[in-house]
């Protein structure tokens, strides 16, 4: 199944990436390892996470306090949000219409 993130979802996951590269070489890296995880596992198992709306899900990242919002469409799963998860939770609502 094909996986999109939304533009705003992608450049949450371009600035995590950035700020845990500048804390330690290679962390960055770790962090999109583990969100590649997360989106194969969605991609096999769409279902299988954490229902926090109605047709939206939560994937925990794995190491990371991080989590990945989506929402599966007929085609695709769409990422709506990498979602810190200790800031703000359900600021993402605003972008349902964007998907």
């Keep these: 199944?094909?996986?999109?993130?939304?533009?705003?979802?992608q450049q949450e996951l371009d600035e995590a990436f950035d700020w845990y590269e500048l804390?330690?070489?290679g962390l960055g890296r770790q962090?999109?390892?583990?969100?590649?995880?997360?989106?194969?596992?969605?991609?096999?198992?769409?279902?299988?996470c954490h229902e926090v709306a109605p047709e939206?899900?939560?994937?925990?990242?794995?190491?990371?306090p991080y989590a990945l919002i989506?929402?599966?469409?007929l085609?695709?799963?769409?990422?709506?949000?990498v979602m810190h998860q200790h800031r703000k939770p359900r600021y993402w609502q605003?972008?349902?219409e964007l998907a």
């Design 1 to 9: 199944m094909n996986i999109r993130f939304i533009e705003v979802a």
């Design 23 to 25: 804390q330690t070489v």
């Design 31 to 48: 962090l999109i390892a583990e969100v590649q995880v997360a989106t194969r596992r969605i991609a096999m198992f769409p279902e299988g």
């Design 56 to 64: 939206i899900r939560r994937c925990l990242i794995r190491r990371f």
């Design 70 to 73: 989506y929402r599966k469409a």
């Design 75 to 81: 085609d695709e799963l769409i990422i709506l949000a």
């Design 94 to 96: 605003t972008r349902l």
